[in-house]
């Protein structure tokens, strides 16, 4: 239990659907991220929420929506992807030192298959 | 751009010590961490080195040497749990939130 909860743990979805993916954390930490993992690539950052403030977004495209309604949750909403979109989804939460130390914590991850 | 290296497997035996190397690029540079990720786990954070010289940290202990932009990762008395992908990691250069992570070692403790 990393205190960051992740669901759903596994989805697949057609190329027309909608979906989310929802995070959880109870730690108290003022940061929260979206990281992709794809098979024998770097994790890769995609959102990054401070204080409900997107403070980070590295391109993604528009098929990824985020929201942050409060600290301590996180939504990815997917529309409309592609099969090269599957991956592993990971939700990582922050105290303000992470900046400091590089400590995150992560979920398990929602994997997802797009078809 | 920010870059780092590490081998792609490792494999070793059962109470032995390995050791994860990793290199990086980066123009500023305010540490290295490392997280280990067991296969449908979360990646878990392991330890972070600011300043050059070797942290321990129980079985684990990370190295740094800021002027050789290298540290690594070492693993004493192995146990089968161990068994993971580890992966190194620093601060983004544009950002203070943004960690770039290696590509990751896959370490096999083998009986």
């Known amino acids: 239990e990393t205190g960051v909860t992740q669901t759903p743990r596994h989805l697949v979805m057609g190329m027309t659907n909608k979906k989310s993916l929802k995070c959880e954390q109870h730690l108290g930490h003022n940061a929260m991220y979206w990281y992709k993992q794809s098979a024998k690539k770097p994790l890769e950052l995609m959102f990054v929420?401070?204080?409900?403030?997107?403070?980070e977004n590295n391109s993604v495209p528009s098929r990824f929506s985020p929201e942050c309604p409060n600290s301590s949750h996180l939504f990815l909403h997917l529309h409309t992807l592609q099969p090269e979109d599957s991956a592993l989804y990971l939700c990582?939460?922050?105290?303000?030192?992470?900046?400091?130390?590089?400590?995150?914590?992560f979920g398990e991850g929602s994997r997802l298959t797009v078809l | 751009g920010q870059s780092l290296e590490q081998p792609s497997e490792v494999t070793a035996v059962e109470g032995a010590i390995v050791q994860i190397n990793c290199t990086y690029q980066t123009s500023g540079f305010y540490g290295l961490s490392w997280y280990q990720q067991h296969d449908g786990g979360a990646p878990t954070f392991l330890s972070y080195?600011?300043?050059?010289g070797l942290e321990e940290t129980g079985r684990f202990s990370s190295f740094l040497s800021r002027s050789d932009s290298y540290g690594y990762l070492l693993l004493q008395e192995l146990q089968m749990k161990d068994s993971a992908s580890y992966f190194c990691a620093v601060r983004g250069e544009d950002s203070s939130y943004k960690l770039i992570f290696g590509s990751g070692t896959r370490l096999l403790v083998r009986p």
């Open positions: 990582a939460s922050s105290p303000e030192g992470q900046r400091i130390t590089g400590e995150l914590f």
């Open positions: 080195n600011a300043l050059d």
């Open positions: 929420y401070s204080l409900e403030e997107r403070v």
